[in-house]
């Protein structure tokens, strides 16, 4: 499976979408600090993952939610705290 993620900043406004074979090491690696364009916003809580079975599927999906539209269903439809 592959999986895409979306992780959220616990200390600035940021959040951070992205795919992965392995998504437990995935993090793992944004939260130590080895990603460049995440590590000024670290650390990070994983927000919401979608299993896909395969790599294209998960480079479109990611390509998707960084979009305006997927950004906005993202916020409203997914990231929503309604409790």
């Not at 600035?12 to 074979?21: A, D, H, L, R, W």
């Not at 990070?44 to 305006?68: H, M, P, R």
């Amino acid at each position: 499976m592959w999986y895409v993620y979306i992780l959220k900043s616990k200390t600035k406004p940021f959040i951070y979408t992205g795919y992965t074979k392995n998504i437990k090491r995935r993090i793992g690696e944004h939260n130590a600090g080895l990603c460049l364009s995440t590590r000024p916003y670290k650390p990070f809580s994983l927000e919401v993952f979608v299993a896909v079975k395969t790599k294209k599927k998960a480079i479109q999906l990611e390509k998707y939610f960084k979009t305006g539209s997927g950004i906005a269903i993202l916020k409203k439809r997914i990231l929503a705290d309604k409790s």
